[in-house]
């Protein structure tokens, strides 16, 4: 059984930065696709960023793109998100997730989820 679990969300100002942390355990991180996704009320969970297993290939939404930086640290089986110049539209639940394979956009293609995160961001 993987589980996943998220930290470092909280209330923040338009322009100010957050880091967000999910530590993985139960099998071999390092052979997982990860994803960080975010849920707004009465929205879809959409995709933020993801990295590959491997090589660390990582890919942005646009609207994060330039803002947001999506790591991995295998040896201690953690994925982050810095996120920085937050705008009140990124407030939402993020959620990180794993998948084996490449990564990819659509949530429903992740097998494992954390519980979430808050991050408000305040104008």
């Known amino acids: 059984q993987v589980q996943l679990v998220e930290s470092g969300g909280g209330l923040v100002q338009a322009g100010g930065s957050l880091r967000l942390s999910c530590v993985v355990s139960g099998r071999t991180f390092s052979n997982y696709a990860m994803g960080w996704f975010r849920q707004a009320p009465g929205k879809e969970r959409e995709f933020v960023a993801t990295?590959?297993?491997?090589?660390?290939?990582?890919d942005y939404t646009d609207s994060v793109n330039g803002r947001f930086t999506i790591s991995r640290d295998n040896a201690k089986n953690t994925v982050y998100l810095q996120m920085n110049s937050l705008k009140p539209e990124d407030t939402a639940v993020y959620y990180c997730?794993?998948?084996?394979?490449?990564?990819?956009?659509?949530?429903?293609?992740?097998?494992?989820w954390g519980q979430g995160t808050q991050v408000t961001v305040s104008s």
């Open positions: 990295i590959s297993a491997s090589s660390g290939l990582t």
């Open positions: 997730a794993a998948r084996t394979g490449s990564p990819v956009h659509l949530y429903r293609y992740y097998d494992y």
